[in-house]
């Protein structure tokens, strides 16, 4: 063979399979290339309330259609989460907003986090005594102990305000201990050993069922409207990647409106992810309990106290400017005037909800 003619055969060949990888990408999927790493870290274990979430999500392949691979992680307390964060060793957290607001410091910078999704637009942590107990207000727990999970956890400086709020100095007038989580606090209310937990309503759902009657302590107003968790981004991400930070958020969306519709479904999606957690008898039973403790926790995030949808991941900051005035007002906070709109971002609201609701509704009710 020639060698020029050895040069035209090995053009055309090489034109041959240009033209084919072309023509093949046509064919492809979209985001055919590796799924994107998202490491979320969380303050608590997850349980059949936000575990579901996290389950049916993996299930139906949100998660999946967005490119993602996603990693959960339980860190010790709020308090953990916000270094993690800062150090870029997990993409996404999960904590309260105390520990983050309280870290600002006047006439400084923000610092380079901001929350991208409201996870829990109502604030659903409790005060709970037994039943039985005589204490019927927050007034009440002076000389008492409260449990909290650990003394790392983000709820203790909002519990530190409410008791200033009714006259009550913590560690003078009442005492904040770890009690520790799940069935370790339950217990310790039980043997007295602390008068009242500061948990999730979840956990308090959990306990009653467990065959402690607990009785909720009312908290002010201002108090119960403020978030009670997001989703956390360092800034660069939601800066340089918003996209990433969106796709999760829109998954998260997604998971949520299941769960609203069918919580049966996502009871049993979390048992086969957990099945550790999963009954071992009674199981008809065991799924109304935990659909019950479901419905219970994603009202709030899904409907507003009027029963109107909200806007999914939508932060209110006139809201949190309220709660932020009286922490400011019994020393949790240095100043009342925080950059809230660093902190709190909707500028990825409207992705959250770019699908057809409807059709992922009816999807939804017919699972099972």
């Not at 870290?41 to 949100?62: H, K, M, N, R, Y």
Request: proline share 7%; charged share 25%.
């Amino acid at each position: 063979m020639k060698p020029r003619f050895r040069t035209r055969l090995a053009a055309r060949q090489l034109l041959g399979l240009l033209a084919g990888i072309v023509a093949l990408s046509f064919y492809l999927p979209p985001f055919a290339h590796a799924q994107d790493r998202v490491k979320v870290g969380l303050a608590i274990p997850s349980t059949v309330t936000d575990g579901g979430v996290q389950a049916v999500a993996e299930e139906l392949g949100f998660f999946k259609q967005e490119n993602l691979q996603v990693e959960y992680v339980v860190l010790p307390g709020a308090g953990a989460l916000l270094p993690q964060l800062l150090q870029k060793t997990i993409t996404v957290a999960l904590p309260l907003p105390e520990t983050l607001l309280a870290s600002h410091k006047p006439a400084e910078p923000p610092l380079p986090v901001a929350y991208f999704y409201n996870a829990g637009p109502r604030n659903t942590l409790e005060l709970a005594v037994r039943a039985d107990s005589d204490i019927r207000s927050l007034a009440d727990l002076k000389g008492k102990r409260i449990g909290v999970g650990a003394l790392t956890w983000g709820t203790i400086p909002q519990t530190r305000a409410l008791m200033r709020s009714v006259g009550l100095e913590p560690g003078r007038d009442v005492s904040i201990v770890a009690a520790g989580v799940l069935g370790a606090g339950f217990h310790a209310l039980r043997e007295d050993r602390v008068q009242a937990l500061n948990f999730n309503s979840t956990w308090i759902d959990i306990m009653e069922d467990q065959g402690i009657p607990a009785r909720r302590l009312d908290y002010p107003p201002v108090f119960r409207s403020m978030v009670v968790n997001g989703f956390l981004a360092h800034r660069s991400t939601l800066e340089q990647d918003p996209a990433l930070l969106e796709r999760f958020g829109r998954a998260w969306t997604k998971a949520l409106i299941v769960c609203d519709a069918n919580p049966e479904a996502c009871v049993e999606a979390f048992w086969r992810r957990s099945p550790s957690m999963a009954p071992q008898s009674d199981r008809e039973k065991a799924l109304d309990a935990s659909a019950r403790l479901l419905r219970r926790w994603i009202e709030p995030i899904m409907r507003d106290e009027a029963g109107a949808a909200r806007v999914p991941g939508a932060f209110d900051l006139t809201r949190i400017g309220a709660y932020v005035r009286e922490m400011h007002r019994y020393g949790e906070f240095a100043t009342a005037d925080l950059p809230l709109e660093a902190y709190f971002s909707n500028a990825l609201v409207p992705g959250f909800a770019r699908f057809d609701r409807a059709a992922l509704e009816a999807q939804a009710r017919a699972l099972r």
